[in-house]
């Protein structure tokens, strides 16, 4: 990248965050470019040399926001061999960041769901469905395995998602609980019940079907 | 009540329930006072005859969906002794609410949270905070009398929350997962965990502190 270039990423990042800013305390609705515009020191028609409309801005926030959490959670995760381990990490991760740095773009990705339409929409919901993906495949792979007691992998990946992304709605961080408190809490929460206790659930061979399972095939997956 | 008010509280009914699922599908920002009009089969000035204005219309429709939740939920469970099955039964009966009938009212009172100012916020937020205070105070009473392991109150009520208000995101009325399943699936992955093994907890005597508590009363509460 030339630096010229990253000049501009620099920019365009800047901006992205006031917007994000502006979208979250009003709706993106309730922004409009100029307002945007105005926060960011611009003149509308400067903004507009930086940016094609107001809904690839919401794009753009929402993909920076995504990268960022494939970055800073998905990622550091990913290769962690114990299925519960994984699952258990990527909760303190997502914790964190939906408590701490980009909050505003993840409470944008959460809330906006419904505004892009058409092919930027679709974009963004398969980066969404993929992480629902990855948390149903731990939660298999930890009934398989022998690691948590027979849990609907789809159900267990909702709850997860729903403790953790529920929390933009109350956190206060300036309130009596801390992050760690929040995300140690809800770890032990979730987790303290799926975990087969040591020694009771046989661990089934490679190939084999999981010998302890109540959910029969037919059900595993559910949202259409 | 007088037969013409009883008409005119149908007509007002099915007016909240047409704004509420434009609300829904629009958003409060996306949907005109004439469009509602419209949806209704009525004049702008027929709407008007009905209600003050757009806000006072999105503050009866919360209202409206509050009362169902404390009618259908809250006065249901309140008066069952054991805080456990007290528990259990609500988030049995929330899912419920949230995937069946008031699934258009629930989400206007999730998702337009913010929308709504002064006076008629305060008062929407008091009866969600009376809630939040409900499964607090049920889970510390849980842990007291024994039926519970230590686990932190407004943790664990926002836990609750979370796993029942994120379904109105991805649950589908057509999907794989009956509501039931979600029911049973989201009662077990929290309550298995949360649950004292029987004989391992001491119940104290009244007024005596929890034995095996291990939150100090410092930390309890939490939100700000």
């Known amino acids: 990248m030339t630096h010229s270039g990253q000049k501009r990423d620099e920019r365009y990042r800047a901006i992205m965050e006031t917007a994000a800013r502006l979208i979250c305390e009003r709706g993106y609705e309730g922004t409009s470019m100029q307002e945007i515009a105005a926060a960011c020191r611009m003149t509308k028609a400067g903004l507009y040399h930086h940016v094609q409309n107001k809904e690839q801005l919401l794009f753009d926030i929402m993909s920076y926001g995504m990268d960022a959490f494939e970055g800073q959670v998905l990622e550091k995760v990913r290769d962690i061999p114990d299925p519960i381990e994984r699952l258990r990490e990527c909760m303190r991760l ?13 409470i944008i990705i959460l809330h906006e769901h419904a505004t892009l339409t058409g092919e930027a929409r679709a974009f963004i919901d398969g980066r969404k469905k993929r992480y629902v993906r990855f948390l149903e495949d731990s939660f298999s792979e930890a009934v398989r395995v022998g690691r948590a007691r027979p849990v609907q992998p789809t159900v267990a990946a909702f ?51 999981p010998v302890l399972s109540l959910v029969p095939p037919t059900v595993v997956g559910g949202e259409s």
Do not use: H
């Not at 997502?94 to 993840?106: P, Y």
């Not at 206060?172 to 020694?199: C, H, K, T, W, Y």
């Open 94 to 106: 997502n914790i964190e960041l939906v408590t701490c740095g980009f909050s505003k773009e993840v």
């Open 159 to 209: 709850a997860f998602l729903g403790m953790v992304l529920w929390i933009y709605k109350w956190f206060q961080p300036d309130g009596r609980l801390s992050v760690q408190q929040i995300a140690e809490g809800m770890v032990d929460l979730l987790f303290n019940g799926v975990v087969a206790p040591a020694g009771t659930l046989p661990v089934p061979a490679p190939g084999e079907a």
